[in-house]
């Protein structure tokens, strides 16, 4: 559920008028909703409780700073893979004992950075980089608490590109390795073992392949704790997938992902961390761009609005879809009109959407890009020297641009000519 919906013939996010938004900001933008954001974090809390749990947004799906402290101000921790983002979170506010610090190739400058602002855990996926985090903590006289990302090689039946849970990936370490390397672990200066971390793809629409994985990790936790270490947190990944049309999808909620993680893991005694990025930024914000032109193809009608692949990768990407919607609600029992929905970039992968259907529109129209929350602004380019497209975020009746639209000076500016020309 979201909450953007049509309201007096025109589409809403929450209580302000999208028209209203772009008037004031120009298009294309992105917006958010606050009450969606908040409402998507609650779920989870609420179905993990009783369980001891802590709710970490990945950051990844959905960095602005704003939002990253709306969710914050809920007691959210926040999942980061990079000293970028390690700031963000620190920026919005959240303390480093509620940030968990992921991904495959940490830096050693990451990690001292990390250690002097104070983190909860690191999720350490190689040997060597278990070594040198040693290195780094011991170093400064500090200790690392860790969880070890191991691979259960399971398939998460997603998209390719978005699966990391099978051996050929290159995320965690292979699970029938884990007992020698918690063993390392245990022996390495400015170490601290405090648990075991899973994740095995993103935009998973079955329970299935988490059940799998969860079940291998309570087998570990039982040997683990039987060779001497000290379990006592079970990070268990993001993944949960969204639905991106309005039909037929019904991806499972959170509170059957919560039962099922009770089921597999409550018996362990263990607090539990889960990593949720899509979940929560997804659907809580669209993409609205206005029509720049209809232009007339061969057997095809172009649509061409003033979003392109640079500002949502997605569909270009992943071949995604996300449902495109016109903000003017249209008139019952319109027909459909067939378009191919297009950007401005010069590439032939610029398409939003092929043959799609949509009520009749034409020059200047606007129309929001469902489903934009997450993966949307965060792999956006200037490519094209496209400026970056500013966000907003809605709360009630109120809105704010919460990253402005940089002036064609400030980007040209970031180019320098060297002294010899
Ligand atoms: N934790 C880790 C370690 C991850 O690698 C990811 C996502 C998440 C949590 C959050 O997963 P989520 O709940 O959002 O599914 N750009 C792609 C998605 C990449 C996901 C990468 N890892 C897309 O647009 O579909």
């Keep these: 559920m979201d909450h953007f919906l049509y309201k007096n013939g025109s589409l809403h996010a929450e209580d302000v008028p999208l028209s209203d938004i772009a008037a004031e900001v120009g298009t294309p933008f992105y917006v958010y909703s606050t009450a969606t954001l908040e409402r998507h974090y609650k779920l989870f809390t609420e179905a993990l409780s009783p369980l001891p749990h802590l709710v970490c947004f990945a950051i990844k799906s959905l960095s602005n700073i704003a939002v990253l402290k709306v969710l914050g101000d809920l007691g959210a921790g926040m999942d980061v893979v990079s000293g970028g983002e390690y700031r963000r979170a620190k920026a919005a506010g959240v303390p480093g004992s509620r940030i968990v610090f992921s991904g495959v190739g940490k830096t050693r400058e990451e990690m001292r950075f990390a250690l002097e602002g104070g983190v909860r855990q690191f999720n350490v996926e190689s040997e060597p980089e278990l070594r040198a985090l040693s290195e780094v903590a011991a170093s400064m006289g500090a200790t690392a608490p860790i969880a070890i990302r191991i691979n259960p090689d399971v398939d998460a039946k997603t998209h390719e590109k978005i699966a990391t849970g099978k051996k050929e990936n290159k995320f965690g370490i292979p699970i029938d390795r884990a007992r020698a390397v918690y063993a390392e672990a245990a022996r390495l200066p400015g170490i601290e073992v405090v648990g075991i971390d899973v994740h095995i793809g993103s935009q998973l629409t079955e329970l299935e392949p988490f059940e799998q994985a969860f079940a291998k990790v309570a087998e570990l936790t039982e040997t683990l704790r039987a060779d001497g270490h000290i379990i006592r947190r079970l990070d268990l990944g993001g993944g949960l997938g969204i639905p991106y049309t309005r039909s037929n999808e019904a991806p499972p909620l959170p509170l059957d992902y919560g039962a099922m993680i009770k089921r597999t893991v409550g018996h362990l005694g263990c607090e539990i961390e889960i990593e949720p990025g899509r ?86 129209d606007l129309v929001a890009f469902r489903s934009a929350g997450a993966y949307g602004a965060v792999m956006a380019s200037e490519y094209n020297t496209r400026p970056l497209i500013p966000e907003v975020l809605v709360k009630g009746d109120q809105f704010a641009v919460i990253r402005a639209r940089p002036s064609f000076d400030e980007i040209l500016n970031r180019d320098t000519i060297p002294t010899w020309m």
């Design 279 to 364: 979940l929560i930024s997804g659907n809580a914000g669209l993409l609205v761009s206005s029509v720049i032109y209809l232009k007339q193809g061969e057997g095809r009608d172009f649509l061409i609005v003033d979003a392109a692949m640079n500002d949502l990768a997605r569909p270009s990407m992943y071949g995604a879809h996300h449902d495109i919607v016109p903000v003017t609600e249209p008139a019952p029992a319109t027909a459909a009109q067939e378009f191919d929905v297009v950007g401005p970039v010069c590439e032939t992968g610029d398409t939003f959407a092929r043959h799609r259907p949509l009520t009749p529109l034409g020059e200047g």
